[in-house]
Each structure stands twice: as C-alpha cells, then as structure tokens.
C-alpha cells in the first residue's frame, strides 16, 4: 500500500496554517496534527499563545510557530471574553500577513472560541478550504461552567457564534460521537462533521520496569485544568481522609497553564483549612515530552470530575495518556469514560463524594494487584484507539480539500 505524501501526490508541498488560543508547545492536541503533516510532506504554520518561559523550543523541520504577544490566563466572564476578541483580533493580524506572503492551502483553526474562525477570513475569500475544530461544543462548556441553563443569554451567545462559525466553515471536527450528534442536532449536515478522537500520542507508552520496585510514599497525580468542574477540590478533601491512612501520601499537580487562577487559590486555601498542604507539590506546567515520565513515576491518576452536562461526555485526553503508561486511574464515574473504557478498567467512583474518592484510593493503595488488572483491561479496551489510527480520518479530510 502507498504512503500518502504531500510533495508527491501534489506538484508542489502544500502550506497549512494552524491557528490556536493555546500554548502551541504543550497543546497535545494541536501538536499531532502539525506534526504527522509534516511528515507526509506538508508545510505547516502556527499561530498560537506566547509560553511563560522563554525557553527556545526546536520544532521539527517543515514546522514554523508564531506567538502572538498574549500569554494564557485562566480568566472568567467579561474579562475572558476581552481576552478572546484581543487575541482573535492579533491572530487576524498574523494570520492575514501569513497569507499575503505565503498564500496557503488549507486554514486549520482550534476552538474555543469558535469565532477565531474568522481570523481566516482573507483566505477563505480566496477560496481557501478552513476547518473548525471544535474540541468542546461552546454552549455547553458555557452551561457547565456558569451553571445555567441552555436558555441563559451567555449560552445563546454562544450558541449563535457556533452556528456563524460552522456556516462559515467548509469542514467541522469534533472529538467525540456525542459531540458530532450535538452538532448535528443543531443543524449542521452529517457529512460536515468528522470525529476525530483524543487518542494518545506514541510518546505516552508503557515501559515495564521503568518505575522503581520500592519507592517511599504513595503519590496522586492530578494533570490539567483547574476550575471548579474538574473537582480538585474534592481530592483535596479526599486527602485530608487518607492523610492518617497511607504513610507518605501526596498530591502532585501539574495545571495546564501557570495562571490558573480561582479555581487553584481556592483548592489551596482549602488545603491549608485541612491542613494538608504540605502534602500537595505544585508544580509549574510541564513541557509535553517529560509528561510520560511524569506519569509513570505517580502510584495514581485522578480525575475528580463533577458531572455535568459537558464533562459527563468530554473525553480528557489525559485519561488515555495515563492509562497508555500504564497508570491506574481513579475516575468520577463519567458516560464518556464508560463508553471508552468499560465498568471494569477505570477505577469509578460516584462524583462529588471525597469519602468515596478516599475509600477507593485506599482500596487500591492497599491492592497493587488490583491496580495492576485494572491497567491490563483498560490497555486491553483501548488498543486499536490510536493517534495513528485517528490521522487517518485526518488526512482524508484533507486531501479532499486541498485537491
């Protein structure tokens, strides 16, 4: 069977731009994509968040990042939304610039928010295919966020900026089933929307023998977005029970961005109420390629989500990554994750209850073998779910639209 290649299947290599309110360097998601195209022979773009360090980051020939002067901050109401149209606003200015000197083939934009769609504006005039990936449909992160309901005006806004978005674009992805039907039932054609899934990418992959046989202590690991929703607080209660239980439990957390904000003060406030602080280590956010290793050296992933209406069907790409390394994770008991996975590979426990939370985690402190099964069953259910296999339907997309 042929290998696809862009400099091969086209008379000339073909230039995609990337446009994302992320930080490039450590946004998996966006990452693959670039990265598998070039090396299927594209040329790829990105516009992106400036990181808080300045550490000089080599990207794989063939890739070029612009940072636009912004740096991600986790933010709330009108103040988030100024920072959407600031950013917006100067992706526009590079993005325009871009294609007036490189005039590309093909506009890749990454919500939220979806109306950075537009950015693309000028060579979607020239008849330029754009795609929106929506990665979290935007009315319901507005709902689980602000906890209202789908009639609240925030949630209307957000509703008419997607169908303007989509309506604009010439192809949606989504990451998953559930938010394909969302989209659909909502109006847009089936044939608009492909599924593209957050599998793990090929660094996160299990290598026996990697951890230590005896190590001191038993460490939590929490990854990823600080907000209310994703329930660290409820793992800061669950500690505070476990504390007089396992000798030498801790809680390492790694957050997405370093200003996460209120919903991080908040878990640490509590922690010093508790009187737990001392067992939580705070870590700066940390560049994608240490993150397996990271992985591999915690006893246990947790994931305290609160279900709502949209994280009881958002699939983390952090739950696959973890179970990939071969770390037992502890989980609210979300329908994504049971669709996923199964009853019988997550360790679930019923949301929002810290002593449950607790009781499992010390269930399986005490039971290595236990956690051992339930990593060899969640390995088991997600073996055919790969990045590989996910670039695939990538692709096609694609070369439909650039030919």
């Known amino acids: 069977m042929a290998v696809f290649s862009a400099t091969t299947h086209f008379a000339k290599p073909r230039r995609v ?23 299927d022979g594209f040329l790829v773009d990105v516009i992106a968040l400036r990181p808080e360090d300045e550490r000089t980051v080599l990207h794989p020939p ?12 986790r933010r709330e109401g009108l103040s988030q939304a100024f920072e959407w149209v600031l950013t917006a606003f100067l992706m526009f200015i590079y993005a325009t610039a871009l294609d007036i000197r490189y005039g590309y083939d093909l506009m890749h934009v990454h919500n939220m928010p979806d109306f950075l769609v537009f950015c693309a504006i000028l060579p979607r005039l020239r008849g330029v295919p ?26 209307v806004l957000n509703r008419l900026s997607e169908k303007i978005s989509i309506r604009f674009s010439s192809h949606v ?12 039932g909502r109006s847009v054609p089936p044939e608009k929307v492909t599924v593209i899934m957050n599998a793990p990418s090929s660094i996160f992959c299990r290598r026996e023998g ?24 409820i793992l800061v209660r669950a500690l505070a029970i476990l504390r007089p239980r396992i000798p030498g439990v801790r809680l390492r957390v790694l957050p997405k961005i370093r200003g996460e904000g209120e919903g991080l003060r908040e878990s640490l406030e509590l922690a010093d109420d508790l009187g737990v602080r001392e067992l939580i280590e705070l870590s700066d956010p940390a560049p994608l390629e240490e993150m397996p290793e990271i992985m591999r050296q915690a006893d246990l992933g947790v994931y305290p989500a609160r279900r709502d209406i949209h994280m009881d069907i958002a ?6 990554e973890m179970v990939n390394v071969g770390l037992c994770v502890v989980s609210s008991r979300l329908t994504v994750l049971e669709d ?25 402190y005490h ?6 099964r339930l990593v060899a069953n969640a390995l088991e259910r997600s073996k055919d779910f790969t990045w590989k296999n996910q670039y695939k339907k990538y692709l096609e997309v694609v070369k439909q639209l650039v030919s």
């Not at 754009?130 to 949630?155: C, F, Q, R, W, Y």
């Open 17 to 39: 731009c990337m446009i994302t309110h992320s930080i490039y360097e450590r946004d998996t998601r966006v990452r693959r994509y670039a990265e598998y195209l070039v090396r």
């Open 62 to 73: 063939g890739i070029h990042v612009y940072h636009i002067p912004r740096r991600r901050v």
């Open 130 to 155: 754009v795609i929106l990936n929506v990665h979290d449909p935007a009315p319901e992160v507005a709902m689980s966020k602000l906890g209202v309901t789908n009639s609240h005006p925030v949630v």
């Open 173 to 184: 992805m989504t990451a998953t089933p559930v938010f394909r039907d969302i989209l659909v």
């Open 210 to 233: 990697s951890q230590p046989e005896h190590r001191s202590g038993f460490t939590l690991l929490y990854v990823g977005t600080i907000a209310k929703r994703y329930g660290l607080d």
């Open 315 to 320: 699939l983390s790409l952090k739950i696959p």
């Open 340 to 364: 996923l996975y199964g009853g019988d590979a997550i360790a679930f426990v019923p949301p929002e209850d810290p002593e449950a939370l607790a009781d499992k985690i010390l269930e399986l």
């Open 367 to 372: 039971s290595p073998e236990e956690r051992e």
